[in-house]
């Protein structure tokens, strides 16, 4: 079982930068590759970025040069830091995995990310 629960978002004005953070329970997270998707109203959910259990990140093309996917096993956390934000994306992030074993599929609840002036 895996539960994941993220936080950081809130309204920023174009241009500026939020951290989210998605924090997982249990003992596997560092064999875990995890995701960001966001989901616009009325649009259907995409993924946004993508990291590996060994720390290799992959972004949707355009997130590229903006926004950086990070994961501290530590913690068992994984970060997006998003910067240069502009309103289109405005959505709710959410943080997903799939178990390596079972592969179901675990979401978190979503956090709002609002650009607006």
């Known amino acids: 079982q895996v539960q994941l629960v993220e936080s950081g978002g809130g309204l920023v004005q174009p241009g500026g930068s939020l951290r989210l953070s998605c924090a997982a329970t249990?003992?596997?997270?560092?064999?875990?590759?995890m995701s960001w998707y966001r989901q616009a109203p009325g649009k259907e959910r995409e993924l946004v970025a993508h990291i590996t259990e060994y720390g290799n990140p992959n972004y949707a093309d355009f997130v590229k040069g903006r926004f950086t996917i990070s994961r501290d096993n530590t913690k068992n956390t994984v970060y997006l830091q998003m910067n240069n934000l502009n309103p289109e994306d405005t959505a709710v992030y959410y943080c997903n995995t799939v178990h390596p074993a079972t592969f179901r599929g675990y979401w978190g609840q979503g956090t709002q990310v609002t650009v607006s002036s």
């Open positions: 249990g003992s596997i997270f560092s064999i875990l590759s």
